[in-house]
């Protein structure tokens, strides 16, 4: 969890009023409305981490009636920053925690909580406890424990001196508010896996009876093949990748290889620690070698270890003569299909990813 104050950042305004706020996707800062009301073309201070005069922000857009804005800042060129991943995910009872600067922490301290409900506000908001919530605290960002995501932006305290909790506004307002912020956000996690690296991989897991990583051994539940070429890579980035990550799976992709180690060697890493290689295909991936020999990899390892490992999708109208033979014997998600026909094979794809590798 301690990934999130690389991601966090204290806000000081012209008015001395501090707050927090935390980086949702490449120059942007999300944080309360009350903490930079009233500023307008006002500059607001920005302190990442120990640099005490890192960047100037100005307010992007603001909702008062939700307490919540969105600040805009030119971000160094030879920082590399990180961003939050949002999730609309909560639960009664889910442990939550933050990163922020309250007035007593200077230098910016955690505090954890648990979740109690929603209230009763229009739209509803999240509502904690066991926990001190201080002046400077607003706009942090609360990460559910159980997704490993943030959910929420802390807003009020129950009482400043106490461990009473506080109350939060949850990402589902935000991103209704600020409708371009789920691209921007999933996009970014798209290219940089720091977040999911980091924060995902510590989070805290259901039991639903279905099998963990830890139990089938693998790294990834899936590897997805497929080709660097439109439409397939638009596909397979806005729909296929975030509503598997959406999910909680563990994906990779060609995009994951390691810098300096020659591609045939990456590929064949990151296959063998995928549980399943997903083949996305098309006229384009028919005819193109590095997706044969991923498949081909595959197949192979599967038919070593005497279980199914590929699962093919079609997104796109071939002649199947086109298949090898070796790939005509499975069945495929045809995804060229009415469009709540696509949704519910996309659900019983994630459902198959779940599972432990079927025994031939």
């Known amino acids: 969890m301690e990934f999130l104050q690389y991601c966090t950042v204290k806000l000081s305004t012209p008015q001395n009023r501090n707050g927090t706020g935390f980086f949702v996707a490449p120059g942007l800062i999300l944080t309360c409305a009350h903490v930079v009301k009233d500023l307008g073309d006002l500059p607001i201070k920005v302190r990442w981490k120990q640099e005490h005069n890192f960047a100037e922000a100005k307010v992007e857009e603001s909702f008062p009636k939700f307490d919540l804005a969105l600040l805009r800042f030119n971000p160094p060129k030879d920082e590399n920053l990180p961003c939050v991943k949002l999730d609309e995910d909560i639960k009664t009872g889910d442990e939550l925690y933050t990163f922020s600067y309250s007035d007593i922490d200077i230098n910016g301290s955690s505090v954890t909580f648990t979740t109690e409900g929603p209230t009763g506000d229009e739209p509803p908001l999240i509502k904690f406890k066991s926990g001190q919530v201080r002046p400077g605290m607003s706009g942090s960002a609360l990460v559910n424990q159980r997704t490993g995501k943030v959910c929420g932006i802390l807003k009020f305290t129950r009482g400043r001196s106490i461990d009473l909790g506080g109350g939060a506004i949850p990402i589902s307002v935000i991103l209704s508010e600020f409708t371009e912020l789920k691209e921007l956000n999933q996009k970014f996690h798209q290219q940089d896996r720091r977040w999911i690296e980091n924060m ?89 070698d590095w997706a044969d020999f991923q498949n081909v990899l595959g197949q192979t390892l599967g038919i070593e270890e005497g279980k199914y490992r590929l699962i093919t999708l079609k997104i796109s109208e071939f002649d199947d003569g086109q298949l090898p033979s070796r790939l005509r014997t499975l069945t495929p998600l045809n995804l060229l299909v009415h469009p709540r026909r696509a949704k519910s094979g996309l659900t019983n794809l994630i459902k198959e990813l779940r599972l432990l590798l079927r025994k031939r």
């Open 200 to 288: 995902e991989g510590t989070a805290q897991t259901e039991s639903k009876g279905e099998p963990s990583e830890s139990q089938d051994g693998f790294i990834y539940d899936a590897y997805i093949s497929y080709v660097e070429k439109e439409p397939d890579a638009t596909w397979v980035w806005d729909t296929l990748v975030p509503q598997l990550e959406d999910a909680e799976l563990k994906i990779a992709t060609p995009q994951d290889e390691i810098l300096g180690v020659p591609r045939v060697v990456n590929i064949e890493k990151m296959i063998e620690q995928s549980k399943r290689t997903v083949l996305v295909l098309s006229d384009a991936y028919l005819e193109d």
